[in-house]
């Protein structure tokens, strides 16, 4: 029988020690539809990410994942309870948080050194000084070639590895990432989880990153956070004990990566079906006369 069979709760294995980098506490969060009817995005929600942890929430469509990136930032308020980060009430958007979108948050009119140079440049560094920088980190990321390239010249892949850059380069203490690869192919996702680990190792960031795919969970994080069909609650923790540093390629043969996937599944699998199965009763209930 796999050791794996029952789940447990997560141990702490925050790098950084004390107290927590990001806390959510018994949280919920209210919005009124275009339609005027009031929605709970998330009910009773509690959420902890250690300083240095990299955690992964993985939930049915439309049950809250994104609104919980958005508490952190500051962008939304919680209806009741407490989100905390570093210890302290969010109160509004932090220069310590970066943020990496599913579309891309590039500036159009901008070539690939100002793009990344932009951070540092809002920040109050000189022109100089923030192109130095840029340079370095678009090398990282494997664009030293492509500083002078538009956005529009860039493929899916290239783009996401500026958008990387663009952020890693204000050192932020919390990286939010909200499906940032679910657009690219599978061959260049997979290239890309790998940069993120790379860069995110050097870092040593605290990450929350939303995902819709499991087995990209399981390949990235420390910790799983499974969540309810809407409204959403954190229905388990699971702690990925895979080791590091992990290529993420290779590491979906191994037997416990199969075993999480498969254990973590049998969770998501009941609220991905409560999910459809709301979205169904709504759908009828709406067209009836």
């Not at 920088?133 to 030293?144: E, F, N």
Request: aromatic share 6%.
């Amino acid at each position: 029988m796999s050791m794996l069979s029952e789940p447990k709760p997560a141990p702490d294995r925050s790098r950084g020690g004390g107290e927590p980098a990001i806390e959510l506490i018994d949280v919920t969060r209210r919005f009124v539809t275009a339609d005027a009817k009031v929605t709970t995005a998330l009910r009773n929600f509690t959420m902890t990410v250690g300083k240095g942890e990299f955690t992964c929430v993985v939930g049915p469509t439309g049950c809250g994942k994104s609104t919980t990136l958005n508490l952190v930032t500051g962008l939304a308020r919680p209806n009741e309870g407490t989100v905390r980060v570093m210890g302290r009430p969010v109160a509004g958007i932090s220069p310590d948080i970066g943020f990496v979108f599913q579309a891309d948050a590039l500036f159009p009119w901008r070539n690939v050194l100002d793009n990344v140079a932009a951070g540092p440049m809002f920040r109050g560094m000189s022109r100089k000084a923030a192109h130095e920088k840029a340079r370095d980190w678009i090398a990282r990321v494997g664009l030293h070639r492509f500083e002078q390239h538009y956005p529009h010249q860039l493929s899916g892949g290239m783009r996401k590895r500026v958008a990387l850059a663009q952020t890693f380069i204000n050192n932020p203490k919390i990286l939010l990432l909200d499906e940032p690869f679910s657009a690219l192919d599978i061959q260049t996702r997979t290239l890309m989880q790998d940069e993120l680990l790379s860069l995110w190792s050097d870092a040593d960031a605290s990450v929350i990153f939303v995902t819709h795919d499991l087995e990209e969970a399981i390949a990235l994080a420390d910790k799983v956070h499974v969540l309810t069909a809407g409204p959403a609650t954190v229905k388990a923790v699971y702690d990925i004990n895979l080791p590091r540093p992990r290529v993420t390629a290779d590491i979906r043969y191994e037997p416990a990566f199969v075993d999480y996937a498969r254990l973590i599944w049998n969770d998501l699998r009941e609220e991905v079906q409560k999910s459809h199965n709301q979205a169904t009763a709504a759908a009828v209930q709406g067209s009836e006369p």
